[in-house]
């Protein structure tokens, strides 16, 4: 594990204003717990989230009178939640964590706060109040500048206190997971509600994703060590490879996670994380998107009365490769950001335009593009064909991958650089009325 990114307060960030009125109607009414789930679904699904770190970190900092009068208070898994990594600061020599509100202050001054702790303003060496030093004649602990701990650290140790993140997470984006297996130490296999407690403390998710979640059963000892952990994290996955629970080469994916309770028997857990595979270099992802082109290109020639050599070389192999990479990238740029991505890249005679959408419903596709999808696929063509001088010598083709992960449909819009066959646009991303204009 590493330690997670630590949340940095921009000067200027997106607003989610849905989210924010459903978390302050709950807060109104002292819903802590449920606005805070309305927050880690949010992260679940845009785990870089500004809007939602600041709404987790004002709801987390709810004094404790408040939480504890609240007929719906924050529960522990909530507090542990992985996705809350980068906004909590933890403790350098005790491990404890806590949620500061320092961040939220920028430019201020901290005189007279009680905040938990103290933190060296060049590396971010902290202590919290536990293990800050006072004399026996201090009733309390007193922030005062103090040189940093930290060997060969110039830094003084005092105010703000600002998030470090957490050592004891796995820095993993959610939707990179492919599957995640849970193994309890001793004869009794956990519950899903008592994996999903580990998993999400530790693991990026959160409850809605139990079919990530593979519960295997464990027996004595087989934790004993490193070694036999290794063992018994790459038996487990090569089974659920061989059953075809997952993808190929699932092991070569797979980061084991070892977590110890303590001396209590059968609570020790080992989480083994498996990433998805990256579509492009996975040679079945490959042949499944190569045939899925040229399953195109031959519907389409039967579309186009002047078909001819420009559909046909939407086939070959070069065509293939390169759009293949494209998708690869755009599909992961579509995952991190939740939108519309599009890649471009060029080869002989032709210029490649490469779009993502996660979504199979080719309506809802549709829809994304802002408007009509005839408009968004003009300014890629002028975008890529028409700078210097390239149009008379390029065929521009833009490709459209829909996807939920559970299936992919691939179309394609051609503007042949010879003008002498009719320039098609994606039949399955029109309108009605595009369809009709083009006789369609």
């Known amino acids: 594990m590493t330690r997670v990114r630590r949340f940095e307060l921009p000067d200027d960030w997106e607003q989610v204003p849905a989210l924010q009125e459903r978390v302050q109607e709950h807060v109104s009414a002292g819903r802590y717990g449920t606005a805070m789930e309305e927050v880690l679904r949010h992260l679940r699904h845009d785990p870089s989230s500004t809007a939602a770190f600041y709404l987790a970190i004002t709801i987390a900092s709810t004094s404790r009178t408040e939480l504890v009068a609240s007929p719906d208070p924050l529960t522990p898994a909530q507090r542990a939640s992985a996705l809350l990594a980068p906004i909590m600061t933890e403790c350098s020599e005790c491990r404890s964590r806590w949620c500061s509100t320092h961040v939220l202050l920028p430019g201020l001054r901290f005189a007279g706060l009680d905040p938990a702790g103290s933190q060296c303003q060049e590396c971010r060496y902290t202590r919290c ?99 036999a952990r290794d063992r018994l994290a790459a038996r487990l996955v090569h089974a659920m490879e061989r059953d075809g629970e997952l993808a190929p080469g699932a092991w070569e994916r797979a980061r084991p996670l ?45 579309v186009v009365s002047t078909a001819g050599a420009c559909w046909a070389g939407l086939g070959s192999e070069a065509m293939v490769g390169a759009t293949a990479e494209l998708l690869h990238q755009a599909l992961g740029e579509a995952r991190r950001t939740h939108r519309l991505a599009t890649r471009t890249c060029a080869i002989p005679g032709y210029a490649i335009a490469a779009t993502v959408v996660l979504t199979a419903d080719i309506t809802a596709a549709r829809d994304t593009f802002g408007g009509r999808y005839g408009d968004f696929c003009m300014t890629l063509y002028n975008a890529q064909c028409a700078q210097d001088g390239e149009r008379d010598r390029q065929t521009f083709v833009h490709w459209i991958m829909s996807t939920d992960d559970s299936m992919i449909k691939l179309d394609a819009t051609v503007f042949p650089a010879d003008g002498n066959e009719t320039a098609m646009l994606a039949v ?7 369809r009709a204009q083009l006789g369609l």
């Not at 830094?155 to 206190?161: A, N, R, S």
């Not at 998805?276 to 045939?291: K, L, S, T, V």
């Open 129 to 227: 109040s536990d293990c800050f030093p006072f004399e026996p004649s201090q009733i309390t602990p007193h922030i005062v500048d103090s040189p940093c701990p930290k060997p060969g650290c110039p830094g003084t140790m005092t105010l703000p206190v600002l998030p470090t993140g957490r050592h004891d997470v796995m820095d993993v984006e959610p939707d990179d997971i492919e599957r995640v297996i849970v193994v309890r130490d001793g004869p009794v296999t956990p519950t899903m509600d008592e994996a999903l407690t580990v998993v999400t403390r530790f693991v990026p998710l959160w409850t809605d994703d139990t079919p990530l979640i593979g519960i295997r059963r464990g027996r004595p000892g087989m934790m004993n060590d490193r070694p």
């Open 428 to 434: 399955d991303l029109m309108s009605p009325a595009e």
């Open 258 to 302: 070892f977590i110890k309770a303590g001396g209590a028997d059968d609570t020790d857990y080992l989480l083994t994380v498996i990433k998805r595979p990256a579509p492009a270099h996975d040679p079945a992802w490959g042949r499944y998107i190569a045939d899925l082109m040229r399953e195109h290109v031959r519907r389409m020639a039967g």
